[in-house]
């Protein structure tokens, strides 16, 4: 039955986004702008852009991220579907974690596959890209988990973008440093596993918590 309702939602979700697929580009279109304006901003200039190209990279994903957390209940809760969530013979945690998955999936994801390309952009070094990727693979999921419990916690309120982003970025505070800070170790000659293995860890609990705490979340703002 849980991995039916999984199917079923992930079919769902698929089919929205291709009837709005105008606004599956926008997270790209947006880390790509980002990235632009920090290249034009410190000049163009490979010896400039290329020791913060690793940190540039990180803001922009995360940015783009933060950009669609408003959306990640609020339809639901509007066209009636997330009562129907409460009511469903599964764990409410267990749909959280779909939905939350999914939103990785077309948020995160689509501007990971382009940082290859992003990266040319500011002139970062091809030796780092290994080492960026694979923390980027182990921190935006956190993102998303703990972009999903602000959002439940601000469903029920109106024009709740600001609030959503002033209470997300400090949590993602860590997560960057950490993301950033192990690319920018390697670039250094130093061990990023340390990092690398935080940010796994983290992953790990924010799998086990945040789909949890969403869940109780959206229960409270609709009880």
Excluded: C
């Amino acid at each position: 039955m849980m991995w039916q309702a999984a199917r079923a939602l992930m079919v769902r979700d698929l089919q929205l986004l291709w009837a709005r697929r105008g606004d599956a580009f926008q997270p790209a279109l947006f880390a790509l702008l980002t990235v632009v304006l920090f290249a034009l901003g410190l000049g163009g200039e490979a010896k400039a852009l290329s020791p913060v190209a690793s940190a540039v990279l990180w803001l922009a994903v995360l940015l783009a991220g933060l950009l669609a957390l408003d959306n990640l209940f609020r339809g639901d809760a509007e066209d009636g579907s997330l009562e129907q969530w409460m009511l469903a013979p599964v764990p409410l945690w267990w749909l959280v974690l779909v939905r939350t998955l999914m939103h990785w999936f077309t948020t995160a994801l689509p501007v990971i596959i382009a940082v290859p390309f992003l990266g040319e952009l500011l002139y970062l070094p091809h030796a780092q890209l290994p080492v960026l990727l694979l923390s980027l693979l182990l921190g935006t999921p956190i993102l998303s988990l703990l972009g999903a419990v602000v959002a439940a916690l601000t469903v029920g309120m109106r024009r709740a973008g600001v609030l959503l982003a002033l209470l997300a970025l400090p949590l993602y505070v860590p997560v960057l440093v950490f993301g950033a800070g192990a690319v920018a170790a390697d670039a250094q000659g130093l061990d990023a596993v340390g990092a690398l293995l935080l940010l796994g860890a983290g992953l790990a609990i924010a799998v086990i918590l945040a789909p949890i705490t969403a869940a109780a979340a959206l229960r409270i703002a609709h009880s």
